[in-house]
């Protein structure tokens, strides 16, 4: 692929120039990074780099999240621009980007996925061989790493007494937010820098709408009584700035801690899971608990195919499984439906379903989509139990009574063209204990 070249904005760049790198945290303001390059240095020039090493593993040419980013980090460039200032977009390999720039020092926010941890200390070392220094601060998280452990120092992986712990161990500090405004006289002045189109980075508009950036907090205050109802706006629709930055997360905390505490433990749990990917790095590819690895997994192709285009015969599941392919999203309650679905019910290993929603959510999230679906197939830390089976269509009867979800999303139930179920409930939920105890009890 045909790489975009900003040559005028790499000149830019001197060992007299400070950077600050922006990844998953596509905002100028309460963005601790930020606010450390710019209180610490002038000459600030702020850099968005277009990762080859992951954009091309990406399947479609219009997906979702890097047309979101795209538009996100121009609105940025405007708003440096009206200060004077711009922003750097490059496009290649960081490493090898980074190889060819001596700035004075490079800013950034913690990156706790494997991939990201070694790519930054892959640069850290570079930036230093040359006198250049690499600073990285948290900014993603309300804490991290062993800033919530046992008494003993080892890691929770029970979610209730981490969520106890952080709640007792927060204070006023933790979420007050940067004054990056502040400093904004210390930006880098010079003249706009070109910007790529989305066809010069090999990539299309997605024709997604995406959710407003806005915190609702009339939605916020009722989210305990609405939060698993689909057919409803009963959630704050924030995943997708919570992922890429473009909202604070002690911002986010702010507001729970005044308007309601079930959506704050649902911040929590964004933590849990973090941590969770940080002290146990296996998850990404194994399970939590390892005698799950030993489940006989059927892995039928076209049941998996089915399952993938909203054509199971449940009604709920194929609603979920369309809003996220027309949309890149899905409701939190019909996520853990949907998911319990494919690895009990069909007895499909986690990590196909993982994986495909890896390719569809907008607000993917490794250590939230790991998390959630280990939860879902029992095999992650703090997980329902095996035996717990979702009805779907229990589940139905309690969250979309009306069909209102389902109807939005399966227009053509009740007809001939509507498929029959894949498989018996009853059959699947017996099929699937039995295999699980044999794997278990092994």
Not at 94 to 101: A, D, G, N, Q, V
Not at 207 to 234: C, M, N, S, W
Not at 293 to 311: L, Y
């Amino acid at each position: 692929m045909k790489r975009f070249v900003n040559s005028t904005a790499e000149s830019a760049i001197h060992n007299d120039t400070t950077l600050f790198w922006f990844r998953r945290d596509l905002r100028l303001q309460d963005n601790a990074g930020l606010y450390h390059a710019l209180k610490e240095n002038v000459n600030v020039l702020p850099v968005f780099i277009f990762d080859t090493e992951i954009l091309d593993k990406l399947e479609e040419e219009k997906d979702a999240r890097v047309d979101f980013i795209h538009q996100t980090i121009q609105l940025i460039k405007t708003e440096l621009e009206a200060l004077g200032s711009s922003l750097a977009v490059l496009h290649g390999n960081p490493i090898e980007i980074f190889k060819t720039l001596t700035p004075k020092a490079v800013y950034t926010n913690h990156d706790y996925e494997s991939y990201g941890h070694k790519r930054d200390n892959q640069v850290k070392k570079i930036l230093e061989e040359k006198g250049s220094v690499f600073h990285s601060y948290k900014d993603i998280v309300i804490f991290e790493k062993d800033e919530i452990v046992k008494d003993d120092g080892s890691p929770y992986t029970v979610y209730t007494p981490y969520s106890k712990k952080w709640k007792t161990t927060l204070t006023a500090f933790h979420t007050k937010s940067y004054p990056v405004e502040k400093y904004s006289g210390n930006f880098l002045k010079l003249k706009p820098l070109p910007f790529p189109e989305l066809h010069a980075i090999g990539f299309a508009k997605s024709g997604i709408t995406f959710p407003e950036r806005k915190i609702k907090q009339a939605v916020i205050e009722k989210y305990h009584l609405q939060r698993d109802i689909p057919g409803i706006d009963g959630t704050s629709r924030l995943s997708v700035h919570l992922r890429f930055g473009t909202v604070s997360i002690r911002k986010l905390v702010q507001v729970a801690l005044k308007k309601n505490e079930k959506w704050l433990n649902e911040l929590i749990w964004r933590d849990f899971y973090h941590m969770i990917l940080w002290h146990f790095p296996h998850v990404v590819t194994k399970a939590f608990k390892p005698a799950y690895d030993q489940i006989d997994w059927r892995n039928n192709p076209d049941e998996f195919k089915a399952w993938c285009e909203g054509k199971t015969g449940y009604p709920i599941v194929d609603a979920g499984m369309r809003e996220l392919n027309q949309t890149g999203y899905m409701h939190n309650r019909v996520r853990m439906i949907v998911a319990s679905f494919l690895t009990k019910h069909l007895l499909i290993d986690w990590r196909w379903g993982e994986a495909y929603f890896a390719k569809k959510l907008l607000d993917f999230d490794l250590a939230a989509n790991n998390g959630g679906w280990q939860w879902a197939a029992g095999s992650g830390c703090d997980a329902a139990p095996y035996f717990r089976v979702f009805n779907p269509y229990i589940q139905t009867e309690k969250f979309d009574p009306e069909n209102k979800y389902i109807k939005k999303w399966v227009p053509e139930l009740g007809t001939k063209e509507y498929p029959k179920p894949i498989v018996e409930h009853a059959f699947a939920r017996d099929r699937v204990l039995a295999v699980y105890k044999a794997a278990l009890t092994s």
